[in-house]
């Protein structure tokens, strides 16, 4: 009788990763940032869309990738604090996203891949943090 199990759609799981990851890093992002190293890819995008150009004009610490997606962003939604948050989760999210398919790629079952894709998800959100916002 008790011995029925309950069928996640699989959907539904990754709906409620996309949502999570974005949720939480948005409100951990908001709670503050250390400005020495948090503001480093707010300040170079800044640059990237004042026409500058990496290691002519700035030294680039860490790649140029951050700095144009970012610049991107700022293009697009304008140059706020929220959009440089935002850019934080939505590549984590989609991180995290890539880690369920990855995952079912290796034909590991619903409820297990939702499982190794929250703990991706802890271990990225503070990465992430301390990188990007």
């Given at each position: 009788m008790f011995n029925k199990q309950i069928r996640i759609n699989q959907n539904f799981?990754?709906?409620i990763l996309a949502l999570f990851s974005l949720?939480?890093?948005q409100f951990y992002g908001n709670k503050g940032t250390f400005?020495?190293?948090g503001f480093a890819f707010f300040d170079t995008a800044y640059r990237v869309l004042q026409g500058e150009a990496p290691f002519?004009?700035?030294?680039a610490v860490s790649g140029i990738f951050i700095d144009y997606t970012q610049?991107?962003?700022?293009?697009?939604f304008g140059i706020h604090f929220q959009v440089y948050v935002?850019?934080?989760s939505l590549v984590n999210s989609l991180l995290t996203l890539m880690t369920f398919f990855f995952a079912k790629s290796l034909k590991i079952k619903n409820h297990f891949s939702f499982f190794l894709c929250i703990n991706?998800?802890?271990i990225s959100v503070?990465?992430?943090r301390y990188t990007l916002c």
């Amino acid at each position: 009788m008790f011995n029925k199990q309950i069928r996640i759609n699989q959907n539904f799981l990754i709906l409620i990763l996309a949502l999570f990851s974005l949720a939480v890093n948005q409100f951990y992002g908001n709670k503050g940032t250390f400005p020495i190293e948090g503001f480093a890819f707010f300040d170079t995008a800044y640059r990237v869309l004042q026409g500058e150009a990496p290691f002519k004009d700035y030294w680039a610490v860490s790649g140029i990738f951050i700095d144009y997606t970012q610049a991107i962003f700022f293009k697009i939604f304008g140059i706020h604090f929220q959009v440089y948050v935002f850019h934080a989760s939505l590549v984590n999210s989609l991180l995290t996203l890539m880690t369920f398919f990855f995952a079912k790629s290796l034909k590991i079952k619903n409820h297990f891949s939702f499982f190794l894709c929250i703990n991706f998800f802890f271990i990225s959100v503070y990465d992430f943090r301390y990188t990007l916002c």
